[in-house]
C-alpha cells in the first residue's frame, strides 16, 4: 500500500461525458502529479500541483483540467470525453521540498473506459 | 527536455538467470534516476533511485542499478530473478535542477520492459 488513495477504480462511460477522478496523497505529502497510461503513448505527464497551485504541465488535453484542494486532495476533470481517452490515470504524490529530492509514490489508478 | 528509452520491450527468463535491462537517458544537465515495477493489476513501486553519490544504488528484492554518467546509462540488474519478478519495469528521470528553480519535477518514463520469468 503506496499510501495514494484514487477512486474510482474503474470508470465505464460514453464520448462526449464528463468525468471526475479522485485523489488523495500520502499524508504529509504535498505535491500531487496525474499521469496517464495508455498502450500508444506509455506512462505521460499531465500535470503537478504543489500546496494547491498548479506546478508543472505536460501534454495536457485542453479538455482536462485538475485542482488540489485546501485539504490536498485532487481532481482531474475530463470532459467531451473521446475513445482516445480510455487509459489508466495514475496519481502520485511526494512531498517536494526545493531543496530534497523525494521520490513519487503512485496510487493504484482509475481505469477509464470509454464506450 | 529530458527523454528515456529502454532498448528491450520483452524480455523472457528463465528462474535463477541473470537479469540486465537497459536504460538510457538524454538529458544535458544532472538528473535523478528511478525504477519502477509494476505487477500484473498493480501500482507503479518504487525499485530504486539514484540522486547522487554512489553510482552502484541498491533497491528491494535484490535489485541493483549503476549509474554510468559518460554513457546516459542506468541500467537495472539482478543476479537471480525469480517467477515472482514476473512485471513491467519502468526506467524514469527527472531533473533536480528544475526543482530547486521551483519549478515541476515531473517524471519522464521510458516505454517499459516486460519481464516474464518461466519456471
Known amino acids: 500500500d503506496s499510501g495514494v488513495t484514487q477512486t474510482p477504480k474503474h470508470l465505464i462511460t460514453a464520448t462526449g461525458q464528463r468525468v471526475t477522478l479522485r485523489c488523495s496523497p500520502r499524508?504529509?505529502?504535498?505535491?500531487v502529479y496525474w499521469y496517464q497510461q495508455s498502450l500508444d503513448q506509455g506512462l505521460q505527464f499531465l500535470i503537478q500541483?504543489?500546496?494547491?497551485?498548479?506546478?508543472a504541465k505536460g501534454n495536457i488535453l485542453e479538455r482536462f483540467s485538475a485542482q488540489q484542494f485546501p485539504d490536498l486532495h485532487s481532481e482531474l476533470n475530463l470532459s467531451s470525453l473521446e475513445l482516445g481517452d480510455s487509459a489508466l490515470y495514475f496519481c502520485a504524490s511526494s512531498s517536494y521540498r526545493a531543496y530534497s529530492n523525494q521520490p513519487q509514490h503512485f496510487g493504484d489508478g482509475t481505469r477509464l473506459s470509454i464506450l | 527536455a529530458q527523454s528515456v528509452s529502454q532498448h528491450n520491450h520483452h524480455v523472457i527468463l528463465s528462474e535463477a538467470a541473470s537479469l540486465e535491462l537497459g536504460c538510457n537517458y538524454s538529458?544535458?544537465?544532472?538528473?535523478?534516476l528511478f525504477w519502477y515495477v509494476q505487477y500484473p493489476g498493480q501500482h507503479l513501486q518504487l525499485l530504486l533511485k539514484?540522486?547522487?553519490?554512489?553510482?552502484l544504488v541498491k533497491g528491494i528484492k535484490g535489485f541493483e542499478a549503476e549509474f554510468i554518467k559518460s554513457k546516459f546509462s542506468f541500467n537495472l540488474r539482478k543476479p537471480s530473478v525469480q517467477w515472482s519478478d514476473t512485471a513491467e519495469y519502468f526506467c524514469?528521470?527527472?531533473?533536480?535542477?528544475?526543482?530547486?528553480?521551483?519549478?515541476?519535477?515531473?517524471?519522464?518514463f521510458g516505454t517499459g520492459t516486460q519481464l516474464k520469468v518461466e519456471l
Open positions: 524514469a528521470v527527472n531533473a533536480p535542477g528544475i526543482i530547486l528553480t521551483g519549478g515541476g519535477n515531473k517524471l519522464t
Open positions: 499524508s504529509g505529502d504535498l505535491s
Open positions: 539514484y540522486f547522487s553519490g554512489d553510482p
Open positions: 500541483y504543489y500546496n494547491g497551485e498548479e506546478r
Open positions: 538529458y544535458g544537465g544532472t538528473v535523478n
